[in-house]
């Protein structure tokens, strides 16, 4: 229990983070909860446009997120 509450209140300024698949399901929440405690987000995505949405998604809910959204490809 107490390992939750550390990871739930977690400081992530200064860090810098890539998240893959960030544009739906567990890649997007993940980098929404990891920009709202300061990490630099660098969010993934195979399409570009929905990836693209998904930024603006996370943008809206903390102004002064630094997130940057690239197109994967294989």
Known sequence: MVKLERAHNM???????????ANRGIGLE??????????QVI??????QSGQSALEK?????????ASAVSETL
Do not use: D, H, P, Y
């Open 11 to 21: 400081n992530a300024e200064a860090k810098i983070v890539v998240v893959t698949g």
């Open 30 to 39: 993940i980098s929404r909860q990891l920009a709202k405690r300061g990490a």
């Open 43 to 48: 969010m993934t995505a195979r399409n570009f």
């Open 58 to 66: 996370v943008k809206a809910e903390k102004a002064s997120t630094s």
